[in-house]
């Protein structure tokens, strides 16, 4: 019964280098967001998906940034030539349908620190 | 203006007592609001949905007021697991799909 993985828990990655997350949703779930939570604030939407779909990828920065959620496997946030403010948790969710009830189920997140 | 604003706090509550907090949104268009709770460095896990007519679960109390866009929280005879950041979360309307998320309100419950 496990609930949403993410992986690496904790990466270090030099600015410049590239930093990919991945988040497995819970199991029968096909619907997945990213949120980035900054130090001290709160959760920023970043990307809205579906099997081998972006449904609504307002929030995210409109270079380095890249997500997919292909057929087989887990999603994947890849964020390309880091900086340092892109340190941060980035955190998971699915759900099982469209959120309008509210229940997203989180992972534990990715903490990123770009040295 | 933010579309969700919290009072970062933190509050500090002795424990046993009660606190409130609030939480504006700026979409009339809004159709759904929530409490996430989030410990520290840890994921947001949902607390309770608000219901128009407000809604109870043990010691905490949900509202909703549509006419001046707010909902609220209020926890009674607060615990120290109480302890937390909870976050307001308003999805619909403008939103689309996605939940938005407050920057959250800091409780800290002291023996």
């Known amino acids: 019964n496990a609930g949403v993985m993410q992986n690496p828990r904790h990466l270090v990655r030099r600015r410049g280098q590239e930093a990919r997350l991945r988040c497995s949703p819970m199991?029968?779930?096909?619907?997945v967001y990213w949120y980035r939570q900054l130090p001290e604030e709160g959760l920023k939407f970043m990307v809205y998906?579906?099997?081998?779909?972006?449904?609504?990828e307002s929030g995210m920065p409109k270079e380095r940034f890249s997500a997919e959620f292909p057929k087989e496997g887990p999603s994947i946030l890849r964020i390309q030539q880091v900086v340092r403010g892109d340190s941060a948790a980035y955190f998971c969710?699915?759900?099982?349908?469209?959120?309008?009830?509210?229940?997203?189920?989180f992972g534990e997140g990715s903490r990123l620190t770009v040295l | 203006r933010k579309e969700v604003e919290q009072d970062p706090g933190p509050f500090n509550v002795p424990e046993g007592a009660t606190v409130a907090f609030n939480c504006t949104y700026s979409?009339?268009?809004?159709?759904?609001f929530f409490w996430y709770r989030q410990d520290c460095r840890k994921e947001p896990k949902l607390l309770m949905s608000?219901?128009?007519s407000g809604n109870e679960d043990g010691r905490f109390t949900a509202q909703l007021n549509r006419a001046s866009q707010y909902i609220s929280l209020l926890i009674r005879d607060s615990k120290l697991s109480d302890s937390a950041t909870y976050l307001c979360?308003?999805?619909?309307?403008?939103?689309?799909?996605?939940?938005?998320f407050g920057g959250g309100t800091r409780v800290l419950v002291k023996p």
């Open positions: 969710a699915s759900s099982l349908r469209q959120g309008f009830d509210g229940e997203l189920f």
């Open positions: 199991k029968g779930h096909s619907h």
């Open positions: 979360v308003v999805t619909g309307g403008a939103a689309g799909n996605k939940l938005t």
């Open positions: 608000v219901y128009s």
């Open positions: 979409n009339s268009a809004s159709q759904s």
């Open positions: 998906l579906q099997k081998e779909n972006i449904i609504d």
